[in-house]
């Protein structure tokens, strides 16, 4: 897959040298999606460029850039390169190829909690699609991630193909429209709580606390 991707880069690089007799417009804003995050590159006329990323919000990252063979190379570091073709910048990060647009990216506003949710609403296969940490998402399928939760009654039991971990099962009891599960230690001491809530648009949230990790799932035949 990675040849592929150098492939594909450097057809779009002979197509961009090519086809620029003159240097073309990237200056303004670009968006694309980071390992899940969404990254906004500003590229100045000035020559230097910012990296917004949600989960650099206190300390977005400003560099440089310089014009090289019809190329956009990054802090002259040759293996960040923007190669300009067809209104689009084709930027690689150590060989992976991600494609910015001048169409910003939608944030992403979760559902509110259908507080009145019954167990029997919460049965079946639910597959995450998002994760969240720290007040940050990422969409689980640009991030090669998968987690599969399964309800059966109070029983939840979790897999993953890309998580090395064994199968996990945990109990939970529901009340108020939700589940929930107290972990324990050997000390028999509270250390995490585990919130299960369906949310309005047929979803679900799973949170963890005090680790402020979450997980946004959708039924798996929905």
Known sequence: MKKLLTALLLICMAFACSALAEEPDIFGNWYTLYFGQRLTLVVNEDGTYQRFLPSEADAPYTGTWAWGDGLVVLDEDNSTVLVPANDVLMMTDNLDVYTMTRTELPEFYPAQPNENAALEDYQGTWTAYRAAAYG???????????????????????????????????????????????????????????????????????????????????????
Do not use: W
Not at 149 to 177: K, P
Not at 186 to 213: K, R, W
């Open 136 to 222: 940050m998402t990422v969409d689980m399928a640009s991030s090669d991630l998968d987690l599969t939760m399964t309800i059966d009654g109070g029983e939840i039991r979790f897999e993953s193909q890309s998580i090395e971990t064994n199968e996990i099962v945990i109990r939970a009891a529901f009340g108020e429209g939700h589940l929930v599960c107290a972990e324990y230690n050997d000390a028999n001491e509270a250390i995490a709580t585990h919130t299960f809530q369906l949310l309005n648009d047929g979803s679900l949230y799973y949170e963890i606390q005090p680790d402020m990790v979450g997980y946004y799932f959708m039924k798996a035949d929905a």
